[in-house]
């Protein structure tokens, strides 16, 4: 396989699929966050540093196969020549004569960028542009001409380079045109990962192949629906679960627990069961929350008491671990080697609800100075991290949370496996 140290662009032209889908401020349409430009500097700065150029192309929101103003990549020029430090050229569009004909002129050190790929429908191959009342041949069809088209799509993005590199991990799970399809356009030698998706791949790769044990993975967030894929591959690898968030009533109401009106999603009781039964078949420690913080309405301003999470009165639901539970937490993840963590402990955007995940967000970066490997993906625990600004002290915070989670369950994501053979 191809790798970026390895490859002199010098007197290439790269294609580089980036993710710049970044937020923007609704009035002026200014970067108000530019992490992820930031996240594709490295590849950038070693492409136009080997004497290569680089063709930027990307998503940004979902404008659904159209051109829509809000999500021209135009609005993201300013925040990116600031970080590369040069003038970059635009080209308005993927597809057109304008694109071709630049990045054709494009000169070593150069920096072209894409207008927004989700502008095509080509991109996701999804067929947006169907009336709604469309019979299901209709549909077809249609999906079938995308499809078609999809085709002279991604050869012509690829037509206009002599390599590609893929640094977009966010998207890395999206058979889409540019992440995955046109990686069939270059030789084996000429398509790699930029920098990013190299970093992503390696943290979890020590998680999922080489942790040092004792290995403790932490699942928060809402539901057990939404993780229960990640928790099944996990429970062949960890030493210990633990659970929190909202998903603990699920197993507190599975064992016979008491849970008042908090979060439960009945219909998976009997996979929580089965979950602590492939638990104890494979030794692994669950870690269940035992006591809890409860509050009378899902509200900022709630009454608040505190209680057995399998004991909360009737009208009361649980929103955040309470003090034994922590204590029990931080005792394991001080006694871990390696630690995934993935989701809040309770409704950390409420302050009354964000203490237990302040908590673990703090406990586990003592663990990373005690030597621990913590990686941390999923939106709402990068945002705990980045709210207690601990994003300096724990090993690794992951840039794609659906990506991340696919990843771990197991699954080939297209972006990779158009790359790594
Ligand atoms: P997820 O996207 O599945 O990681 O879920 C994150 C969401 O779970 C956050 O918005 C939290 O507010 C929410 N959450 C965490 N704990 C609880 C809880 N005990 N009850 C209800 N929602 C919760």
């Not at 943290?203 to 004792?214: F, G, I, N, S």
């Not at 995934?340 to 586990?364: R, S």
């Not at 941390?376 to 990068?382: L, N, P, R």
Request: proline letters at 2%; one cysteine or more.
């Amino acid at each position: 396989m191809q790798t970026i140290d390895k490859f002199n662009f010098s007197g290439k032209r790269a294609i580089v699929r980036v993710d710049f889908n970044v937020p923007l401020n609704k009035q002026t349409f200014e970067v108000t966050d530019d992490t992820r430009i930031r996240g594709a500097l490295p590849t950038i700065n070693k492409i136009l540093n080997d004497g290569g150029s680089a063709i930027l192309m990307s998503h940004l929101g979902r404008p659904n196969g159209e051109v829509q103003e809000k999500y021209s990549l135009k609005h993201v020029i300013s925040a990116v020549e600031k970080l590369v430090s040069k003038k970059i050229t635009f080209t308005g569009d993927c597809m057109g004569e304008n694109a071709k004909k630049l990045a054709a002129a494009l000169k070593p050190g150069e920096v072209l960028l894409l207008e927004n790929l989700r502008f095509y429908e080509e991109e996701e191959g999804k067929p947006y542009h169907l009336g709604e009342n469309a019979t299901d041949d209709e549909k077809k069809a249609a999906k079938a001409k995308v499809k078609e088209s999809q085709k002279n799509f991604v050869k012509q993005l690829a037509s206009y380079a002599d390599c590609y590199v893929n640094d977009a991990f966010g998207t890395a799970h999206r058979a889409h045109a540019s992440t995955a399809l046109i990686a069939e356009y270059f030789d084996d030698n000429k398509k790699m990962f930029g920098y990013l998706i190299n970093k992503e791949l390696e943290a979890m790769d020590k998680v999922l192949l080489k942790a040092e044990k004792p290995f403790t993975a932490i699942m928060g967030g809402a539901k057990v629906s939404d993780k229960i894929l990640v928790i099944e591959n996990l429970l062949n690898k960890v030493d210990n679960l633990i659970i929190g968030g909202g998903m603990t009533y699920t197993f507190i109401k599975a064992q016979g627990g008491k849970i008042g009106k908090s979060l439960c999603e009945e219909d998976k009781l009997d996979l929580a069961l089965q979950i602590l039964e492939k638990a104890k078949a494979n030794n692994v420690k669950v870690y269940i929350p035992t006591d809890a913080i409860n509050a009378d309405a899902f509200d900022a301003n709630a009454n608040t008491n505190t209680s057995k999470t399998n004991e909360t009165p009737d009208g009361w639901m649980g929103l955040d671990i309470g003090e034994d539970t922590i204590a029990a937490f931080t005792e394991v993840i001080k006694n871990s080697k390696t630690i995934l963590w993935n989701g809040p402990m309770g409704v950390f955007e409420m302050e009354k609800f964000a203490q237990g995940t302040t908590v673990i967000a703090k406990a586990l970066a003592e663990a990373t100075s005690n030597g621990a490997f913590t990686l941390i993906g999923g939106g709402d625990s990068v945002a705990a991290i980045n709210k207690n600004k601990l994003a300096e002290k724990v090993s690794y915070v992951s840039t794609g949370g659906g990506a991340m989670l696919e990843y771990i369950e197991g699954k080939q994501l297209p972006g990779i496996t158009a790359i790594r053979k």
